[in-house]
């Protein structure tokens, strides 16, 4: 993997993981001051698109949907997807 590509997917994986973190704060404000929300599934699909990181550092640090399944279960598992992948294409792009 070239290095400019390298860096790209760093600057990708730092930006998304930021923007998770950042949209759980925001939909925890909004749940206490009774506004409107950000939809699950968009909180769901930033972990999906690579901000598992940050959606469950979020989790855990604003105390939100700690008591949905579909986060509690949902978001550690599609990290474990993640990890899986990412360790899948370095082996294959490195050792073989």
């Not at 590509?5 to 939909?27: E, K, R």
């Not at 550690?76 to 993640?82: G, N």
């Amino acid at each position: 993997m070239s290095t400019i590509a390298l860096t790209i997917s760093l600057f990708y994986f730092l930006f998304i993981n930021l923007v998770s973190f950042i949209l759980f704060g925001i939909d925890k404000r909004r749940a206490r001051r009774g506004m409107w929300r950000i939809p699950e599934s968009t909180l769901i699909v930033c972990g999906i698109l690579g901000g598992s990181i940050g959606a469950l550092c979020g989790m855990k640090f604003f105390h939100h949907k700690t008591r949905h399944r579909k986060f509690t279960l949902g978001i550690p598992v599609i990290l474990a997807v993640q990890v899986c992948a990412a360790g899948y294409i370095i082996f294959r792009t490195y050792f073989s």
